[in-house]
């Protein structure tokens, strides 16, 4: 057993503050190292290594439940706010499915390539899929064009650690049937991908916001693509599946457009209302 593990597990000195009971519960939820990197005087702040997707399962309602912020990677400056960074690198089995491949959050592009040619478009090989989904600067795809990025459906968790799964949504889709939270989430959406200024937008070449609200205004709508530079800030992919793309990289993300920062704060607001997922972009 690891030192750090080891020690949240037989409590001591952890009891005593609400950080420390914080982390000798999750390290007794879940099957990863939990390393506890806090500093003096600043919000507390660890690391879970993730051994397997029940890990982040049981992390994301646990801190959920004690207020505690969930990182996709490691913040450039310490967070005001306690804070547990899910590192998925050993999360990242690689499966064919027929012509389509289902991978995890911390495979490597260049494995994925190995088996998918020209897979995840436009990131380093050394990344990993997580590292391309989170990154909006990978997603500058035109409008209505997402399927471009050959991310075909996911799994995902939510906020809170539900489980969802998000794809094709239609009157053709098989899709299973949203719950709880994830129907109020769509619904959401749905009316926000009304606004006036979106009309405008989706007749523009290049898509202003970050999060790809076009997802939900196409010929059949698929929301699995709001993960394309949103993976991390709005849900958490525990597995993607992925298909054969043409060789071409997305072009530039374009500047913010008027409005377009506001209606993203919006779509964000209605996965993550409280604000658990913080934001950040991978260094690779």
Not at 29 to 37: E, F, I, Q, T
Request: net charge positive.
């Amino acid at each position: 057993m690891q030192a750090s593990r080891r020690a949240f597990l037989t409590g001591g000195a952890a009891l005593a503050s609400d950080w420390g009971r914080f982390c000798l519960r999750l390290a007794r939820s879940v099957r990863g190292a939990l390393d506890d990197l806090s500093q003096p005087g600043l919000p507390g702040f660890a690391r879970l290594r993730a051994a397997c997707a029940e890990d982040l399962r049981h992390a994301l309602a646990i801190c959920a439940d004690s207020g505690v912020r969930v990182s996709a990677h490691a913040p450039s400056r310490p967070s005001p706010h306690p804070t547990v960074q899910f590192d998925v690198s050993a999360l990242a089995a690689i499966r064919r499915d027929g012509a389509l491949l289902h991978v995890e959050p911390g495979a490597r592009v260049d494995a994925v390539r190995a088996c998918l040619p020209h897979a995840c478009p436009g990131t380093a090989p050394q990344a990993s899929v997580l590292d391309w989904l989170a990154d909006p600067q990978m997603h500058g795809w035109p409008s209505l064009q997402c399927a471009r990025s050959g991310l075909v459906d996911a799994d995902v968790l939510l906020a809170d650690g539900a489980a969802q799964y998000l794809g094709a949504f239609g009157s053709q889709s098989a899709a299973p049937a949203l719950r709880g939270d994830a129907s109020r989430i769509v619904s959401r959406l749905f009316v926000l991908s009304r606004e006036p200024a979106l009309a405008g937008w989706l007749a523009a070449p290049a898509w202003p916001m970050r999060f790809r609200l076009d997802a939900l205004r196409q010929a059949e709508p698929n929301l699995a693509y709001l993960l394309l530079g949103g993976a991390g800030a709005l849900a958490w992919p525990e597995r993607v599946r992925l298909r054969a793309v043409d060789p071409h990289v997305p072009p530039a993300r374009p500047g913010g457009h008027p409005g377009a920062s506001a209606l993203d704060t919006e779509v964000k607001r209605a996965f993550d209302p409280h604000g658990r997922l913080i934001e950040g972009l991978p260094v690779v």
